[in-house]
T-cell receptor, first 110, second 115 residues
């Protein structure tokens, strides 16, 4: 079971790029890295998932170094609506328990 | 992505009573998960619900307190039994996403307040 460590909180301003790093030193060979976004009073929303190198979708990019012991979620040009809690999750659903860490509370200011 | 609905969206209950939360998915899924999220906290996995077998509970959660049913591949219920104020939380169900890995899709949650 890979444990994740993230910063508790981050602040940014509208239009800036935000990078949130997650450490997962004991990641297993079969583990995937997945990021979620959660707004107050809503369930978490899947953002992006990767196994190695870089993954990009319409919302974010995920950078994973070769050793896979960390990952960075990159949010380009954030807006006020990106204010949320972001969770990093590491594992595989059929062999692991999908345990959420503490998450990173991102506050975007105008 | 799967569309998940939960009922009720919120409820206020008296201590000692029970509440059953329903989770409906718009497609057939093998595994469903139930989480609890206390105010300002992260999500805690309660149990994994497989269709046709007993749910698997995490440490600290027992079947007598949180019985789960999984009658088919699109539906599950979680009952919070003999409630106390400490059970006040948001309860969420989730399913595995099509890409596998650790991708999940969550319902909107049920906000439970026990008085």
């Amino acid at each position: 079971l890979a444990k994740t460590t993230q910063p508790i909180s981050m602040d940014s301003y509208e239009g800036q790029e935000v990078n949130i790093t997650c450490s997962h030193n004991n990641i297993a060979t079969n583990d995937y890295i997945t990021w979620y976004q959660q707004f107050p009073s809503q369930g978490p929303r899947f953002i992006i998932q990767g196994y190695k190198t870089k993954v990009t979708n319409e919302v974010a990019s995920l950078f994973i170094p070769a050793d896979r012991k960390s990952s960075t979620l990159s949010l380009p040009r954030v807006s006020l609506s990106d204010t949320a809690v972001y969770y990093c999750l590491v594992g595989v659903w059929d062999t692991d328990k999908l345990i959420f860490g503490t998450g990173t509370r991102l506050q975007v200011f105008p | 992505s799967a569309v998940i609905s939960q009922k009720p969206s919120r409820d206020i209950c008296q201590r000692g009573t029970s509440l059953t939360i329903q989770c409906q998915v718009d497609s057939q899924v093998t595994m469903m998960f139930w989480y609890r999220q206390q105010p300002g906290q992260s999500l805690t996995l309660i149990a994994t619900a497989n269709q046709g077998s007993e749910a698997t509970y995490e440490s600290g959660f027992v079947i007598d307190k949180f019985p789960i049913s999984r009658p088919n591949l699109t539906f599950s219920t979680l009952t919070v039994s003999n409630m106390s104020p400490e059970d006040s939380s948001i309860y969420l169900c989730s399913v595995v996403g099509p890409s596998g890995g650790s991708e999940q899709y969550f319902g909107p949650g049920t906000r439970l307040t026990v008085t």
